[in-house]
């Protein structure tokens, strides 16, 4: 599976479900991580920590 991070407002939808596009949202004080296939991550303080989340994802972790 390929894994692309962009940051947007929304996700984009991935092709065939093969590939996980995944974005960060700023929701008041907190980020939190989508993906394309459906996946969001936990709420969080550090947007570093909602982008690790997003890698993992995209990786299978």
Do not use: K, N, Y
């Not at 907190?30 to 993992?56: I, K, L, N, Y």
């Amino acid at each position: 599976m390929g894994f692309t991070s962009a940051q947007a407002d929304g996700p984009e939808h991935a092709p065939c479900g093969r590939e996980h596009l995944t974005t960060t949202t700023e929701q008041g004080r907190f980020c939190v991580a989508r993906c394309s296939c459906g996946w969001r991550g936990p709420a969080r303080r550090a947007r570093s920590q909602a982008r690790t989340d997003a890698e993992d994802h995209g990786a299978g972790r």
